[in-house]
């Protein structure tokens, strides 16, 4: 019984091992501007959807549902995206990285999961 146990608990700890995603890479400036720049991005921040996009001017937007027309602008930083907003709730400035979480979902460094929309 006890190598039965011993065999189950390695068993178990190795598919668990297993299904742990990889880590994902920080996205280069390229990689940024062709799958995150110009298109509509969504999440969940505290129970509500978040629209964001960072144009293609420079500018940015974000909008929610009890909130509209915070915006500001975004210039790339070495590796990833520094965002200033001039209105909204979060105002000032904030840089973050993005990491590819597979299909069309990215992580920022901030934690929060963004998915671009089609």
């Not at 400036?29 to 505290?46: C, H």
């Not at 549902?65 to 105002?91: A, E, L, V």
Request: hydrophobic fraction near 35%.
């Amino acid at each position: 019984m006890r190598k039965f146990t011993t065999a189950a608990a390695i068993s178990i700890a190795a598919m668990t091992v297993t299904a742990l995603p990889a880590t994902a890479e920080i996205m280069s400036q390229d990689r940024i501007a062709k799958e995150i720049v110009g298109k509509t991005l969504t999440t969940s921040r505290k129970g509500m959807t978040v629209h964001l996009q960072y144009n293609t001017d420079g500018t940015v937007r974000m909008k929610a549902f009890i909130m509209s027309g915070g915006g500001g602008t975004w210039k790339y930083s070495d590796d990833g995206i520094c965002m200033n907003m001039t209105n909204g709730p979060r105002k000032g400035e904030t840089c973050v990285t993005f990491e590819h979480l597979g299909g069309n979902k990215y992580r920022n460094s901030e934690g929060m999961v963004l998915t671009v929309q089609e």
